[in-house]
């Protein structure tokens, strides 16, 4: 059973368009993430929700909207679509939004969006 | 200045080879790091993770923190084909909420 599982692992549309990613952990864990990867390989964190709350908005631009409708769902849609939005996206898990030992991040395999 | 920067590499090295991979860090308050590992089309995994200064031994993989230099490496031994990654480094402090990325070093072990 895959523990962080994002939909869909592939995503191809053009500049302007309106796009959703889905993610859902079935690890019981009350923190959840949005990451950034670029083609340099540079995570950078976007947003992290706990129990339904936003705790982490880092400078995105508001075009990216996330959504967790429970602690075990993660979505980000992505109005008006750029070039450069171009990347990586990736959605971590954690047992709590306090990091340590106990708590480190659990990955989903990642949706590569291409923009064009 | 990143908080954190990473040798991109790549890194190509023959089987059986002793792998060494290094991260510095600006943050002297980091005290929780981390090594992932990243396959090809893949989510990064949790490799090892230290919380403080010294050596951390996991069969091949030892996770080695300098505090006083702010300096992390990772060391595989006897490295196979199937170490080839890009292993990423990160840090963060102690209950705190965020953490922070490495670029990764991509590491090819030929066979």
């Known amino acids: 059973d895959t523990a962080v599982s994002q939909t869909p692992k592939y995503l191809v549309t053009q500049m302007g368009n309106d796009k959703s990613i889905k993610c859902e952990q079935n690890l019981g864990h009350d923190t959840m993430y949005w990451y950034k990867q670029d083609s340099k390989k540079f995570l950078k964190i976007m947003f992290s929700y706990n129990n339904k709350e936003l705790i982490i908005n880092e400078t995105v631009p508001n075009r990216f909207s996330p959504k967790s409708p429970d602690k075990a769902h993660l979505n980000l849609h992505i109005n008006s679509l750029e070039l450069g939005d171009s990347a990586v996206y990736f959605c971590?898990?954690?047992?709590?939004?306090?990091?340590?030992?106990?708590?480190?991040?659990?990955f989903g395999n990642g949706t590569r969006l291409t923009v064009t | 200045q990143k908080e954190v920067e990473q040798d991109p590499g790549p890194l190509s090295v023959p089987e059986g080879a002793i792998v060494s991979l290094n991260c510095t860090y600006s943050?002297?308050?980091?005290?929780?790091f981390m090594w992932y590992r990243q396959y090809s089309r893949k989510g990064p995994e949790l490799l090892m993770y230290t919380y403080s200064s010294g050596n951390k031994e996991d069969g091949r993989f030892t996770a080695q923190v300098d505090k006083s230099s702010k300096y992390i490496s990772l060391f595989i031994r006897d490295s196979q084909p199937s170490d080839s990654a890009t292993y990423l480094c990160a840090m963060t402090i102690y209950n705190f909420n965020k953490f922070y990325f490495g670029s990764g070093t991509k590491l090819n072990v030929k066979p």
């Open positions: 971590a898990s954690s047992h709590t939004q306090m990091t340590g030992p106990d708590s480190p991040l659990h």
């Open positions: 943050n002297s308050a980091f005290q929780y």
